[in-house]
């Protein structure tokens, strides 16, 4: 048997309620659309060659059932008012052919647009320091999502991130994905 590399990758995410805490797990896995899939986590290594596509492009390449390799970030609280994060980072080089980086991360109290810059710098500054380099903040009048590692490599991060507020009488819980397609 040949090398498992995945060949696509998209990103999803979704919350649940429920007064289990499972069950409010699954309900955000159908929210993110990834609950008919036997999930198995992986650790964070973008495939290089890997292509970005859609999360509709993706599930319709899909079979219910199908084992699905992920990159899973999750939250759950019972706590009401509570606000939690889960988010994916990516941080993936201009080079196709290098590998990039999956940074899961969770957090309570912050917003998503803080929590997606936190978790995309995690997945550039994991992916520097993997290459035993330093990463380099993007420069002034560069996008966000633009850093350069001290080697040369330029880095494109995206991220997804999924907020929700608990409430009282149940559990919440959030999921965010990075689905590698084989």
């Not at 007064?19 to 198995?40: C, D, M, T, Y």
């Not at 550039?124 to 903040?137: C, P, Q, R, S, V």
């Amino acid at each position: 048997m040949g090398a498992l590399v995945p060949t696509k990758i998209f990103l999803a995410s979704g919350q649940g309620r429920h007064k289990e805490k499972l069950v409010s797990f699954e309900k955000a896995l159908r929210e993110a659309g990834i609950a008919p899939f036997n999930l198995v986590r992986v650790s964070s290594i973008y495939p290089p060659h890997c292509r970005y596509i859609t999360k509709g492009a993706g599930l319709k390449l899909l079979t219910p059932g199908q084992i699905l390799f992920v990159v899973l970030s999750e939250n759950a609280t019972d706590t009401p008012g509570q606000l939690i994060s889960a988010s994916i980072g990516m941080a993936v080089p201009d080079d196709p052919a290098h590998y990039g980086y999956l940074a899961e991360h969770s957090d309570i109290g912050k917003s998503a647009k803080e929590v997606s810059l936190h978790t995309e710098y995690l997945a550039a500054e994991m992916l520097a320091t993997k290459l035993g380099e330093n990463l380099k903040e993007p420069a002034r009048g560069k996008p966000a999502g633009s850093f350069r590692v001290s080697n040369g490599l330029s880095l494109k991060t995206r991220s997804i991130t999924q907020t929700a507020a608990g409430e009282a009488g149940v559990w919440t819980t959030t999921v965010a994905a990075a689905v590698l397609i084989c």
